[in-house]
């Protein structure tokens, strides 16, 4: 999901659909300088400031992770002395004058910024619960599409890959969310004797800020080569079909972007 944030009314919606980040914390912050080269004097010369600060936050039963893009940055501040800590957020506040945001992130104001506009991309998910299982890894994918894959698109896509599986429909007394359309496991089908708590459990979600669909993929039960490469497999192959976003931990990366974010020289595998 994306909106930008250039009036008094995008500011409005903000603080209305986060919360005013209310109980989040700060998990990144980033800073570029662009540069230009000028014809008349032949040197480059500076042509704006963008800041970026992603948050983790929770709000109305979803677990929400957005990366907030301030664009014609004229003032940021990032002050931490004596062990203080800026990463830790109440509510947000927030002005809109003459023409111009400013930004104070945590209680303390320690980080503050003023720009011009800003924009927001997120992804979310629904709170789970506690599982019994051990999590090695968690993979995330918010597609901008109505319709997402559906399971038989999944285990059609890991026959081609020459890794079939089954599939295992996870059934609840008590429905965690809504918005869950459906979930379960992959269990490779080549191992016979598969344990029944290591598998890769899948969650799909509709909606659940006015359009597209989310797909969740988790790595559960003990550490397992065979069960790492069908998750990324499946987060290749969804990100070639639709498009979207997808999240490792709290990065966001486009679908389009996937393959080479994951070519990367030391990016840690999935699982």
């Given at each position: 999901?994306?909106?930008?944030?250039?009036?008094?009314?995008?500011?409005?919606?903000?603080?209305?659909?986060?919360?005013?980040?209310r109980?989040?914390?700060?998990?990144?912050?980033?800073?570029?300088?662009?540069?230009?080269?000028?014809?008349?004097?032949?040197?480059?010369v500076?042509?704006?400031?963008?800041?970026?600060?992603?948050?983790?936050?929770?709000?109305?039963?979803?677990?929400?992770?957005?990366?907030?893009?301030?664009?014609?940055?004229?003032?940021?501040?990032?002050?931490?002395?004596e062990g203080?800590?800026?990463?830790?957020?109440?509510?947000?506040?927030?002005?809109?004058?003459?023409?111009?945001?400013?930004?104070?992130?945590?209680?303390q104001?320690?980080?503050?910024?003023?720009?011009?506009?800003?924009?927001?991309?997120?992804?979310?998910?629904?709170?789970l619960?506690?599982?019994?299982?051990?999590?090695?890894?968690?993979?995330?994918?918010?597609?901008?599409?109505?319709?997402?894959?559906?399971?038989?698109?999944?285990?059609?896509?890991?026959?081609?890959?020459?890794?079939?599986?089954?599939w295992?429909?996870?059934?609840?007394?008590?429905?965690?969310?809504?918005?869950?359309?459906?979930?379960?496991?992959?269990?490779?089908?080549?191992?016979?004797?598969?344990?029944?708590?290591?598998?890769?459990?899948?969650?799909?979600?509709?909606?659940?800020?006015?359009?597209?669909?989310?797909?969740?993929?988790?790595?559960?039960?003990?550490?397992?080569r065979?069960?790492?490469?069908?998750?990324?497999?499946?987060?290749?192959?969804?990100?070639?079909?639709?498009?979207?976003?997808?999240?490792?931990?709290?990065?966001?990366?486009?679908?389009?972007?996937?393959?080479?974010?994951?070519?990367?020289?030391?990016?840690?595998?999935?699982?």
């Amino acid at each position: 999901m994306r909106h930008a944030i250039k009036t008094v009314e995008d500011l409005r919606w903000l603080i209305a659909h986060t919360g005013g980040f209310r109980s989040g914390y700060v998990t990144d912050v980033q800073m570029s300088k662009r540069r230009l080269f000028d014809e008349e004097t032949g040197r480059e010369v500076p042509a704006g400031t963008t800041v970026s600060v992603t948050i983790r936050y929770q709000v109305r039963g979803l677990v929400r992770v957005a990366r907030l893009m301030m664009t014609g940055v004229t003032d940021f501040s990032l002050f931490e002395q004596e062990g203080a800590d800026c990463s830790s957020l109440d509510i947000i506040q927030v002005e809109y004058d003459a023409g111009r945001f400013r930004f104070w992130f945590d209680p303390q104001g320690e980080l503050y910024m003023v720009c011009e506009e800003a924009h927001l991309e997120e992804v979310s998910a629904p709170i789970l619960g506690s599982s019994p299982i051990a999590e090695l890894a968690r993979w995330t994918f918010q597609g901008q599409t109505t319709d997402g894959p559906t399971v038989q698109w999944l285990l059609d896509e890991l026959d081609e890959a020459g890794m079939p599986c089954s599939w295992r429909a996870t059934k609840r007394i008590s429905a965690v969310h809504p918005a869950i359309q459906w979930e379960g496991d992959l269990i490779p089908s080549s191992d016979a004797s598969a344990s029944r708590t290591n598998m890769v459990h899948v969650m799909a979600y509709g909606p659940l800020d006015g359009q597209g669909f989310g797909l969740m993929l988790r790595i559960l039960g003990a550490q397992d080569r065979q069960i790492s490469r069908i998750l990324e497999n499946l987060a290749e192959r969804i990100t070639q079909r639709f498009t979207g976003n997808c999240l490792v931990g709290t990065t966001i990366i486009p679908s389009h972007e996937w393959e080479t974010w994951v070519a990367q020289d030391g990016r840690p595998k999935l699982g």
